[in-house]
């Protein structure tokens, strides 16, 4: 499902992003800033996978 998978890779590759600009934007500690890398990832990995079931329909 992952592999060669290019809109599951932007998704990530987003939350990545996000994730960069709030460690550069706040100073908060390393466990909060994985907490929120966690929380991004599985909200978009989410995301992802309702609108994928939701286009096989």
């Known amino acids: 499902m992952f592999e060669g998978n290019e809109d599951l890779s932007?998704?990530?590759i987003d939350?990545?992003?996000t994730v960069n600009r709030e460690m550069k934007k706040k100073q908060e500690s390393v466990q909060e800033l994985l907490a929120y890398y966690y929380n991004a990832l599985v909200n978009g990995l989410e995301e992802?996978?309702?609108t994928e079931k939701s286009k096989k329909r």
């Open 10 to 12: 932007q998704i990530i």
């Open 48 to 50: 992802f996978h309702f």
């Open 15 to 17: 939350i990545l992003i």
